[in-house]
C-alpha cells in the first residue's frame, strides 16, 4: 500500500462530498486518527479501509489508488454505493422523500 497515494485519495474523496478527513475517518468508524497514524508508520486494516470506503460511497480501491481493469462502475452501483453511505436517518429522509414522489 503506498501511504501517500491513500491519502491523497482519501483527501480527494472527502473534499468531492464535502467532509473533512478528520470527520470522516471518525464518522466511518474507521478512527478520528487514520490519517495521523499512518503518517507515522502504522497501516490501517482492511476493516478501517472498508469502512472509510463504504462512508465515502466509492471502492477500497478507489481509496488504495489500484488500477482496474474492469469497466467504470454502473449508475446504478453508484447510486447504491452513495446509499450505503448515508446514515441510518438519512436513508430515512430519502425513503420518505421518494415515497412522496409519484413515478
Known amino acids: ?14 473534499e ?10 471518525k464518522d466511518s468508524g474507521a478512527g478520528r486518527d487514520l490519517l495521523v497514524n499512518l503518517q507515522r508508520g ?3 486494516s482492511v476493516a478501517k ?6 462512508y465515502l460511497g466509492v471502492t477500497t480501491s478507489d481509496l488504495l489508488g489500484e488500477q482496474k ?9 453508484r447510486l447504491l454505493a452513495g446509499y450505503d ?3 441510518a436517518r438519512n436513508r430515512e429522509k430519502l425513503e420518505e422523500y421518494t415515497d412522496r414522489i409519484e413515478i
Do not use: H
Not at 468531492?16 to 478528520?22: F, L, M
Open 1 to 14: 500500500m503506498d501511504k501517500n497515494i491513500f491519502v491523497q485519495n482519501v483527501k480527494y474523496w472527502c
Open 16 to 25: 468531492k462530498r464535502g467532509i473533512p478527513p478528520t470527520v470522516a475517518c
Open 42 to 44: 502504522s497501516l490501517p
Open 49 to 54: 479501509v472498508q469502512l472509510l470506503a463504504q
Open 69 to 77: 481493469e474492469s469497466s467504470p462502475p454502473s449508475e446504478e452501483d
Open 85 to 87: 453511505a448515508l446514515s
